[in-house]
């Protein structure tokens, strides 16, 4: 039997006020998540914009395969309560 941990990947900056606000919600809760810093690395920046299509951060990639960018708190509770997580 294989036990799966249900976490985020998190693809943001330490500048981004919108990934600053998503992290310290998650962070919050105690939802686990995996920090992915596009400045500090092109494949994490290249990732980032493959999952949603844009340049913007932060982007989220939930473990059911599902991706939001830019999410407000209202939605990303609203994502994190579907999936169980909260």
């Known amino acids: 039997m294989t036990e799966t941990t ?13 990934c600053v606000r998503a992290s ?6 105690g939802v686990e998540f995996t920090y992915h810093d596009v400045d500090a ?8 914009i493959k999952l949603s299509g ?3 951060i932060p982007v989220l990639l939930f473990p ?3 991706v939001l960018t ?6 990303l509770n609203s ?3 579907e999936l169980g997580m909260l």
Do not use: M, V
Not at 24 to 29: F, I, K, P, T, V
Not at 41 to 48: G, H, I, V
């Open 70 to 75: 830019e999410p407000s708190n209202p939605l």
């Open 6 to 18: 249900q976490s985020i990947e998190f693809y943001g900056a330490a500048w981004c006020g919108d």
């Open 64 to 66: 059911d395969g599902s």
């Open 79 to 81: 994502k994190l309560t």
């Open 24 to 29: 310290a919600l998650l962070e919050h809760y």
């Open 41 to 48: 690395s092109d494949e994490d920046k290249a990732a980032a």
């Open 54 to 56: 844009r340049p913007n």
